[in-house]
């Protein structure tokens, strides 16, 4: 091994014991962390977001799976459209997931990793999932679930997330 790769691992190990649960960015309003857990989404109402977040996708012409999780990060519902590259599956439950457990959506993960420096750290928060595409759900002020949706680019599957909540408003 030279002293240069070694080097590499030294600091990839730096980085990963100096990882912490937080991270320096505009984190999401008080109130998303304080946001009290209600009981689980219903599957109707899991079924109907999901609904939405796939018009949208028909609308523009994209293909998305979409995944709707309980608080604990539990599947709910999931639904992919034909064709959907088939890795998107698991990418829409992480990341509905991601957004539940961390009550925030996976796009604050996405915007502290392309700030860089000490925002590397999300790399090491357990089930984050640092693209856009999750949500969390609330409903009567609580957190009943998230949608997760993937199939094309970020922002669009992103797009597709935010008409799946935006539907049980």
Known sequence: MTSRSILKSLIVVMLVLCAGSAFTQAPPAPSAYLTPIGPAISLENAKKAAAAALAEARKNGWLQAVAVVSPGGYLVYYEKMDNTQLGSADVAIDKARSAALYKRPTRVFQDALEKGGVNLRVL???GAVPVDGGLPI????????????SGDLAQNDGQCAAAGVAALK
Request: proline share 0%; net charge positive.
């Open 124 to 126: 090491a928060l357990k």
């Open 138 to 149: 609330i409903m009567d002020g609580k957190l009943v679930g998230a949608i997760g949706a």
